[in-house]
């Protein structure tokens, strides 16, 4: 049996699917924008930010609409699993640019990494 998933995999498994089917809003700009109309069904925000009341603003939009999020530590890591990135010929990513915050409206296809996005979320809500 392979050993289950953890956190971080199943979400960039997940913002992957959703590239797909061009379901991911990248950029806090265009993610509050998302954020504000209720269109999001999930958040992934960077806190390795330089400003702090991006974090303040992203997490209150959240709070408010009743919107799903996951805090990442890095910027660039963000930045790949959203796509940009160039990908040179033995698949590394290469230029890599930081996105401080990424919306999906668009799961995609149902899948493993998904329901252990959910379950995460369930787990939160009734240890609250």
């Not at 590239?19 to 806190?47: F, P, Q």
Request: hydrophobic content about 40%; overall charge neutral; aromatic content about 2%.
């Amino acid at each position: 049996m392979a050993e289950p998933m953890d956190l971080m995999d199943a979400l960039r498994e997940t913002l992957k699917n959703s590239l797909i089917v061009d379901g991911v809003t990248k950029g806090l700009r265009e993610s509050v924008k998302k954020l504000d109309k209720r269109e999001a069904l999930l958040c992934v925000l960077a806190e390795s930010t330089d400003e702090k009341n991006i974090l303040k603003l992203v997490e209150a939009l959240c709070r408010e609409h009743g919107i799903n999020l996951i805090k990442i530590d890095d910027a660039k890591k963000l930045g790949e699993w959203v796509g940009l990135c160039k990908i040179d010929k033995e698949g590394n990513a290469r230029k890599v640019v930081r996105c401080s915050c990424a919306v999906v409206s668009d799961f995609g296809r149902e899948s493993i990494a998904l329901e252990v996005i959910n379950d995460h979320f369930k787990r939160s809500v009734t240890a609250e």
